[in-house]
């Protein structure tokens, strides 16, 4: 199945480049541009993408800005933040906004077209140079700036231990297949517990129920 992308990005240069390195994919076709976030917006809901490769820092509506509507429209598109910014404020509000990955715009063609297929699978993604601050950064938050809804936090007791389990693995960013081999089980068990852990937490997708782990204070750095 191909996967179907739309660019957001105000610089033409980076559009152009990225869609010739995806359009070389036998699996991925680039079926859309958009210069600024709001174009981004309603070009997701004429085209309907599988994913979005969101840039942050576009005119008239931010990427931040834009995946937030786009989440809240209940669009089946993904989006993949790519920045050149390595700040850890962006991941949170990308995270926030409902973004399913962050990647920054260094990362080689490999690495885009993979991220590509992480996210459109339903993984979560984040750059690896990020990840262990925003793994110590979630367990210091508090309270007061939870970003999961009360509604998961209270339907955490719901979870199986070997729910929970799964949840943790989820969050220290192992894959399917990598849980399974950990585990000891098959792959479709594992689809099977992540599918029911997004049920139960009222969750949109893997990145949420990362997010919820380090909350929920199940991850910790180390």
Known sequence: MTIRVLIADDQMM?????????????DIEVVGEAVNGR?????????APDIVLMDIRMPELNGIEATREIVAADATAKVLVLTTFDLDEYVYQALRAGA?????????????????RVVASGEALLAPSVTKRLIA??????ETTRLMPA?????????????????ILIAQGLSNAEIAERLVVAES???????RILVKLGLRDRTQAAVFAYEARLVTPG
């Not at 962050?102 to 590509?116: E, I, N, P, T």
């Not at 339907?155 to 799964?166: F, K, N, S, W």
């Open 151 to 167: 509604g998961a936090q209270a339907a955490y007791g719901e979870l199986t231990d070997r729910e929970t389990e799964v949840l």
């Open 137 to 142: 950064e979630f367990s210091r938050l508090s």
């Open 39 to 47: 174009q981004a917006v309603e070009r997701v809901r004429e085209l």
């Open 189 to 195: 068990t594992i689809k099977t517990h992540v599918s």
């Open 100 to 116: 399913s990955g962050f990647l920054l715009k260094d990362a080689s063609a490999r690495q885009l077209a993979d991220g590509v």
């Open 14 to 26: 980076v559009r152009e480049g990225f869609s010739v390195l995806l359009n070389a994919m036998p």
